[in-house]
C-alpha cells in the first residue's frame, strides 16, 4: 500500500524542514509521497521547493487546517493518507508500517501513533483523546495496552484515515474555519457512521507543542467551530447544551447571532450527514464512557 503524508503549514519555516528531514531520514516504508501544502505567504512553499525537491507542494491561500487538509489530500496518490503537523519528529521508524497493518481492516477507518512532547519525551505520552462536552472539549488518554486497541477521538498532530474511508466520511469538516476542533469532529464523525479508530502503542511521533499559536485565532472562529460541529453531528438538545455553554463564557448577543447563522447555513447539510449516521450521541457516549449527559 502506497502512503501519502500530508503536512499543511503556515510560516513554519525551519521547523518544517526539519519535520520534513526527520520524516524523510527515519521513514523505513518503501512507498511514500510527501506533500506540503503552504497555507501561507508562500514562503513554504518556496523554501520546501528549493531544499526538499522530492516533495510536492501545493499552496492553499490561508483557508485553516481542515480546508488545506482537503487539498491535500485531493492531490494524494495513496492507500492511507497521514496528516502530520509541520513540527513533529518520528521516533519509531516503522510508524507508516504499523498504521498500513492496522488499517487492512476494514472496519477500522483511522489510526494515530503515541504522541510524546519534543523535548521530555520521557515525560507523558498522548494515546488518543476522549470528548467531555458537547463544546468539544476533550481530555488526553493514558495508554491501556501494548497492543491497537480502539479510541474516542484521534489527535490531530498526527493521524492516518484509509483512502477510502476517509472519501466516504467526506473528507475534513470544510465548514470549519481557521483553528479547531477537527480532528475531534472528524472522529467522532467517524464513530457516528459506523468505523472505528485505533491507537498504536508501539508507534511515537514526538510533537512540538508551542506557548501561542504563531497566527491568529479568534474566539468569533473557535466558537463557529464548537456549535457548527455539534449542530451537524449531535442532536437539537446537544446543540442547545452548546449553545447555553457558550453564552456564559463569551457573550449571549453573539453567541445568539452565530448560532442563528449556523442553523440557517447548516441546516441542509445536517440533514445530509444525519441520514448517514449509524449511531446517535447516547450511543457514543456509551461506547466510549464518556462524561457527558445526553
Not at 493518507?81 to 504499523?98: K, Y
Not at 483523546?129 to 479510541?151: G, M, N, R
Request: charged letters at 25%.
Amino acid at each position: 500500500m502506497r502512503a501519502s503524508i500530508i503536512i499543511a503549514s503556515r510560516d513554519e519555516g525551519e521547523q518544517l524542514m526539519q519535520t520534513l528531514a526527520s520524516i524523510t531520514r527515519m521513514s523505513t516504508h518503501p512507498d511514500y509521497e510527501l506533500i506540503v501544502v503552504d497555507d501561507g505567504d508562500g514562503t513554504d512553499g518556496a523554501l520546501v521547493a528549493d531544499r526538499s525537491p522530492h516533495a510536492t507542494v501545493i499552496a492553499s491561500d490561508a483557508r485553516g487546517v481542515a480546508a488545506s487538509r482537503n487539498i491535500g489530500a485531493q492531490h494524494a496518490t495513496g492507500d492511507f493518507l497521514v496528516f502530520c503537523d509541520a513540527h513533529i519528529f518520528i521516533r519509531t521508524p516503522d510508524w507508516l508500517e504499523q498504521m498500513e497493518t492496522c488499517l487492512l481492516d476494514q472496519s477500522i477507518a483511522g489510526c494515530a501513533p503515541v504522541i510524546s512532547v519534543f523535548g521530555n519525551e520521557q515525560g507523558q505520552r498522548i494515546y488518543g483523546s476522549k470528548l467531555t462536552s458537547f463544546t468539544w472539549e476533550s481530555e488526553h488518554q493514558a495508554k491501556k495496552s501494548d497492543d491497537p486497541y480502539d479510541v474516542c477521538c484521534l489527535i490531530g498532530g498526527c493521524v492516518c484515515y484509509r483512502t477510502e474511508a476517509f472519501q466516504a466520511l467526506g473528507g475534513w469538516n470544510r465548514y470549519i474555519v481557521g483553528w479547531g476542533v477537527e480532528d475531534l469532529e472528524l472522529s467522532v464523525r467517524a464513530w457516528l457512521r459506523g468505523y472505528r479508530l485505533q491507537i498504536l502503542p508501539r508507534a511515537e511521533v514526538a510533537h512540538v507543542f508551542r506557548s501561542k499559536f504563531p497566527y491568529k485565532v479568534t474566539f468569533d472562529e473557535v466558537h463557529w467551530n464548537a456549535l457548527s460541529a455539534t449542530y451537524l453531528n449531535f442532536s437539537d438538545a446537544a446543540f442547545q447544551t452548546a449553545k447555553t455553554s457558550i453564552e456564559k463564557q463569551w457573550d449571549a448577543r453573539k453567541t445568539a447571532v452565530l448560532t442563528t447563522h449556523v442553523t440557517h447555513k447548516l441546516s441542509p447539510i445536517r440533514h445530509q450527514w444525519r441520514k448517514l449516521n449509524k449511531h446517535d450521541e447516547k450511543w457514543l457516549i456509551r461506547r466510549h464512557k464518556l462524561p457527558i449527559r445526553p
